[in-house]
């Protein structure tokens, strides 16, 4: 891998078994498929709820939530049991019997594919958090939108305001025409936002 990104890539393609065909192994009853789904999912969640880590049968339950439109219970069980063995997705993380991804990194991984893959998700309300910093730079390197994003916040908001670092994180990790830009872009609407705030004194007839 040359970056980053494509090692946490090539990681996950590794222990879902991407590569075992080309060794004729299989150690897995699930698909590689609903293994990364469910991955990301649960990562997801537990991004969402600030946490690393719970018991099997709740993250059992979080997949289920998640999927059971798509997915057989029965599947989802089975998967999930297998992302613990032998996957090695999931790890155990306590001595409570709580599991978890490991690695923090991991996990935003996780979470940042989830990001480009569920359109649903509106990434606005992200922006003002640090927990979530991490992950939104992630995102920024897979999207080929991110021009949007940025658009749409000022759009929603009027203004940069507290989503300033992370909007910068994030635009830091763009391709360099794009980045230099966006930044001046970024900086003029931080200025801007000051002005706004300054008080208004009337002048004295």
Same mark, same amino acid.
């Given at each position: 891998?040359t970056?980053?990104?494509?090692l946490?890539?090539?990681?996950?393609?590794?222990?879902?078994?991407h590569?075992? &065909?080309?060794?004729?192994?299989?150690?897995q009853?699930s698909h590689? $498929?609903?293994?990364? &789904?469910i991955?990301?999912?649960?990562a997801?969640?537990?991004?969402?709820s600030?946490k690393?880590?719970a018991?099997? $049968?709740?993250?059992?339950?979080i997949s289920i939530?998640?999927?059971?439109?798509?997915?057989?219970?029965?599947?989802?069980?089975?998967a &999930?049991?297998e992302?613990?063995?032998?996957c090695?997705?999931?790890?155990?993380?306590?001595t409570?019997?709580?599991?978890?991804f490991?690695?923090?990194?991991y996990?935003?991984?996780?979470?940042a594919e989830?990001?480009?893959?569920n359109r649903?998700?509106?990434?606005?309300p992200?922006?003002?958090?640090?927990?979530?910093r991490?992950?939104l730079?992630?995102?920024?390197?897979?999207t080929d939108d991110?021009?949007?994003?940025?658009?749409?916040?000022l759009l929603t908001?009027?203004?940069?305001g507290?989503?300033? $670092?992370?909007?910068?994180?994030m635009?830091? &990790?763009?391709?360099?025409?794009?980045s230099?830009?966006?930044?001046?872009?970024?900086?003029?609407?931080?200025?801007? $936002?000051?002005?706004d705030?300054?008080p208004?004194?009337?002048?004295?007839?």
């Open positions: 891998p970056s980053e990104l494509s946490y890539k090539e990681r996950l393609k590794l222990l879902l078994g590569y075992d &065909v080309h060794k004729g192994i299989r150690r009853e590689n $498929d609903i293994l990364e &789904v991955a990301r999912k649960i997801f969640s537990f991004h969402s600030e690393r880590m018991t099997i $049968d709740a993250i059992i339950g939530g998640a999927l059971s439109m798509k997915y057989e219970k029965t599947a989802i069980e089975t &999930v049991n992302l613990c063995d032998p090695n997705i999931l790890i155990p993380m306590s409570n019997g709580e599991w978890g490991g690695h923090l990194r996990q935003e991984h996780l979470v989830e990001l480009i893959r649903g998700v509106e990434i606005e992200y922006l003002t958090s640090s927990w979530w991490s992950v730079v992630l995102f920024s390197q897979m991110f021009e949007n994003i940025f658009t749409t916040h908001t009027g203004h940069i507290p989503a300033f $670092d992370t909007l910068k994180a635009i830091s &990790v763009r391709p360099k025409k794009e230099t830009e966006l930044m001046k872009l970024l900086n003029n609407h931080k200025l801007m $936002d000051a002005q705030s300054e208004f004194y009337e002048e004295e007839n």
